[in-house]
């Protein structure tokens, strides 16, 4: 509870919505960006247990680090953290959408844009994927939100670690198994907006039905 997250693209939609409520349950969050001003005025804004620096300073001081970028600069901003990953748990919620046909599933060579972190940062980094299918803009509210988290990664024990920190955001999280396995919630974001177009929804997302028992560990 006391380590320190850092948000890399932080001053964007998701990962203002997500350092917002973090720092609304208690935890110390370091907003960063291209432009370090810009994470300051972003941190200002966002008040309460919220800071803001470079990307690369605050994957520095991250002990986890999330990254909120767009799957275009995904390559780029990995490049520019990679010094700071080893070791930590990276959380990557990059959705590899390709503009314009953002409705239709395009995923990257490596099979999701997950498993293109894991390569840019390389093995000694315990990548961790989630929040592909929730709407920055009711994460940016504190309303109930009605979509589960779906996370992915092959280190069980980080992959428990940000299920907890999803529940944190007063959201469910729910394993959804290996890295790979990432590639299913990454293509249903393309569905969702397909969804959201065609039936006039405002944010639609996804929750798993049955009577969940908690895994033991
Ligand atoms: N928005 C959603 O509802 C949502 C939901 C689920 C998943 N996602 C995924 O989360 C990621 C972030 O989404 P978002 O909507 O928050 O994105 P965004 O607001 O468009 O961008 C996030 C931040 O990325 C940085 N950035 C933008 N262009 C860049 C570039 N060319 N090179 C390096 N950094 C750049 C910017 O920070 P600086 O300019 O300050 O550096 C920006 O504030 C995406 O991969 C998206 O698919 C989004």
């Known amino acids: 509870m006391n380590e320190t997250i850092a948000i890399v693209g932080g001053t964007g939609h998701l990962g203002t919505a997500i350092a917002r409520r973090l720092a609304k349950a208690g935890r110390r969050v370091v ?31 991250g002990d986890i680090i999330i990254v909120t970028v767009p799957f275009a600069s995904q390559e780029a901003t990995y490049l520019d953290i990679a010094p700071h990953a080893p070791g930590k748990i990276v959380v990557d919620t990059t959705v590899p959408l390709v503009p314009p046909k953002v409705m239709r599933v395009q995923l990257p060579p490596e099979g999701s844009a997950a498993q293109r972190a894991q390569r840019l940062l390389g093995d000694g980094v315990r990548v961790v994927s989630a929040f592909h ?17 779906l996370v992915f990664g092959d280190d069980k024990a980080a992959r428990v670690t940000v299920v907890r920190l999803v529940q944190e955001l007063g959201l469910r999280g729910l394993h959804g198994g ?37 895994p033991a560990g």
């Open 31 to 61: 907003i960063g960006s291209r432009d370090a001003q810009r994470a300051n005025q972003a941190a200002l804004e966002l008040g309460f247990g919220v800071t803001g620096t470079s990307n690369s300073a605050a994957a520095m001081v």
């Open 133 to 149: 299918n929730v709407a920055a803009h009711k994460l940016a509210t504190d309303e109930e939100i009605a979509c589960d988290v």
């Open 178 to 214: 290996a890295l790979a396995n990432s590639a299913a919630a990454e293509a249903l974001t393309s569905i969702l907006i397909f969804i959201n177009k065609t039936y006039s929804v405002d944010g639609a997302g996804i929750q798993v039905t049955g009577a969940l028992v908690e």
